[in-house]
């Protein structure tokens, strides 16, 4: 039985004056026990400001994120040096004069047609990659709970649920720093980043302050975000200091793109907490599901019924560009970093398949669903993926393997590879390793 049959079958931040002064009174000696796995910068002033209050508009929802309508996200809002292409919510039958936001239908309308895919994708990383801080289940575990900063012994932090978020408080030489986490970013497989909701009157938008300390799955532990670390080269030209990174709003939408079905029915690039849609949902991929439900009940043709991404187009070139744009493709990035000895490329999965013969010499049709199926959460069962390699593998013109014409595939030509220290990724470069020569 192949992985894809065996799946089938089984972020406003403010000062919290009176907080902090609770949470002084609590504040125990650091835990010398939580020692984090890890070392990691600390360069931008925080200054929390609070939401805009305006008598005339109404006021947010109390939780950060709330299901609503989207707009499709723009390639060219803004000039930007990366490789990364701006997700989209495509409309299925481009019809560009109108704004797909109005199309959205939501999962649950997904499921009357299609009740085992809404049940596997509802217990999928897809479907939990964006929460409220304090409703994410790291919630529990952080609760009441203080941490050292693994790079500045002056410096401890204690989070506290409260609601919808949590309270995080920055204690450092006296000196105490009291703001919410809002969101909690990542399904949690791997870890968690926490971002905070900035409201800029200046630029009246908001913006984004990613968390100092991130939560590591492997060691079970908070330590510094990737990124912010003392060794860490990545983001050296954004803000950032001993509470976290600032972000504008374009960088802020950008990262959320890839853990939302869309972060404002406003205008591309936005973010409104209102009408944010979060995480994958069924519609983030096949788009928006308005006509296609309508043509189903209305009993309408085959043809009618099409969605941009599904069986019969999904081809293998068309699974790596769709699946790529969060994931990763080859030409996302620059090519002198794309070698076989670049093993934090394991983290890019559509771009190792790429890279490989299988996918290349495009013989087998080799592409992600070949293994995993999008909708569930990710199969452990070695067994079922290397039957996916011997069942290719055992034509007489594929050349079969010398080692091990009947084993473990993943072992030797996929490995688990250690990435940034504590993440753990599998390789799908699909190749021979230096120690399998």
Request: aromatic share 6%; with cysteine; proline share 8%.
């Amino acid at each position: 039985m192949t992985p894809l049959n065996h799946l089938k079958s089984g972020v406003l931040v403010g000062s919290i004056v009176t907080l902090c002064a609770f949470f002084q009174a609590l504040i125990p000696l650091v835990n010398p026990s939580v020692q984090p796995a890890q070392s990691r910068v600390r360069l931008v002033n925080f200054d929390p400001q609070p939401p805009p209050v305006d008598s005339n508009q109404s006021q947010p929802n109390s939780s950060p994120i709330t299901s609503g309508p989207v707009v499709s996200n723009s390639e060219s809002a803004s000039k930007t040096t990366s490789r990364i292409e701006p997700p989209k919510l495509v409309d299925p039958y481009g019809n560009i004069s109108e704004n797909p936001s109005s199309k959205l239908i939501g999962d649950r309308v997904c499921a009357e047609c299609h009740p085992t895919e809404h049940a596997q994708h509802f217990g999928s990383g897809h479907a939990r990659t964006l929460r409220p801080a304090g409703r994410s289940p790291l919630g529990k575990f952080l609760n009441g709970k203080v941490f050292p900063d693994p790079e500045d012994p002056e410096s401890v932090w204690r989070y506290i649920v409260s609601g919808d978020r949590i309270e995080a408080e920055k204690i450092e030489n006296g000196r105490n720093i009291c703001f919410s986490l809002d969101y909690a970013i990542g399904s949690g497989e791997q870890g968690m980043t926490f971002l905070s909701l900035i409201y800029n009157r200046s630029l009246n938008q908001y913006q984004g302050l990613e968390h100092r300390l991130s939560y590591y799955h492997s060691a079970h532990c908070m330590d510094v975000t990737p990124g912010q670390g003392q060794k860490d080269t990545a983001g050296t030209n954004i803000s950032r200091d001993s509470s976290g990174r600032l972000m504008d709003q374009r960088s802020m939408v950008k990262c959320l793109d890839c853990h939302a079905t869309v972060t404002s029915n406003r205008k591309p690039g936005d973010f409104d907490p209102v009408s944010l849609v979060p995480n994958i949902s069924c519609e983030r991929c096949h788009g928006p599901g308005k006509d296609h439900v309508e043509a189903a009940r209305n009993g309408l043709n085959e043809k009618s019924l099409e969605m941009p991404l599904g069986v019969a187009t999904a081809t293998p070139s068309r699974q790596i560009r769709e699946c790529g744009t969060c994931h990763r493709r080859l030409d996302n990035v620059p090519p002198s970093q794309v070698h076989p000895q670049n093993y934090e490329l394991a983290r890019f999965q559509p771009l190792g398949l790429e890279a490989s013969l299988c996918f290349q010499r495009g013989k087998s049709g080799l592409k992600c669903t070949s293994c995993h199926d999008p909708h569930g959460k990710v199969s452990r069962e070695r067994p079922a993926y290397n039957k996916v390699c011997t069942d290719c593998h055992s034509h007489s013109d594929r050349f079969m393997c010398k080692v091990e014409p009947k084993g473990d595939c993943v072992k030797c030509h996929m490995p688990n590879r250690v990435v940034s220290e504590v993440f753990h990724f599998t390789d799908h470069w699909i190749r021979r390793t230096p120690r399998n020569k």
